[in-house]
């Protein structure tokens, strides 16, 4: 079945999977199972736990290639599938507190550190204080918002390859995406203003 | 926040990503010129992408890389350079 919206390469390499080819399925894991792994490690925040994801998430892949319809890309596809990989096992950890269906919880957040810290030395940025500052930020967004700022930020899919993913739609990711920052910024605000003063 | 600040809020993740309505980049850049905690949420916004952008993206390491080749029966089929 031709699908008209992939490229050539990718094209040929869904035929050649669909064909059982191991060497393109290899080639499949190659290029997709550090994305699949950052997916899955946002999700579970377990490494152990996020390689288990990626492996169910290509086996499942590899199974149900010939349903690949090609309306996404391969790589979107594949990553709606470790997704809900991660999601079914967060279900089984945590059944009571993964949220199913609720409305939309994560409210913006209004500005309250209104303190300009851009101006500090690029080095205080690159601190690996700094740098685990933000991981834990990140770390400690919500679980909605976190899968949207992974695929989005992150992983740089499309705000459409990100609603497909995550089937909602483009406007819930772009809401999203921007309550993740806001939130973001408040913390990182919180952060880097005990430098500003600690320099005045 | 002020009225003004609050109804602009939502806005600003596409206004720093280029992505705003021209009527709505003209309105908040009417009201950053006049408001500076707003100037300041701008630019700390701006800031904040652009320091998680920088960051190292995480891999796989090499022993999970050939886990994951094993459990999945590829050993054989890695491409060239693995």
Known sequence: MPAPNLEPAEQALIERLRAGDKAACAQCVDEHADGLYRIALRMMRNEAEAEDVVQEALLSAFRAIQSFDGRSSLKTWLYRIAYNAALMRLRRNEPVTVPVGEPDDDAETPPVELRDWCCLPEEEFESAAARAELERAIGELSPRLREVFALRELEELSTEETARTLGVTEAVVKVRLHRARLWLRERLAGYFSEFVQARN | ?82
């Open chain 2, 1 to 82: 926040m002020a009225h003004d600040c609050k109804h602009l809020l939502g806005e600003l993740s596409a206004y720093i990503d280029g992505d705003a309505a021209p009527q709505i980049c003209a309105e908040i850049e009417r009201h950053l010129a006049n408001c500076a905690d707003c100037r300041v949420v701008v630019d700390t916004l701006r800031k904040t992408v652009e320091l998680y952008r920088v960051q190292p993206a995480v891999r796989l390491t090499g022993e999970a890389r050939n886990r994951l080749f094993a459990a999945l029966r590829l050993d054989d089929f890695r491409p060239r350079g693995e």
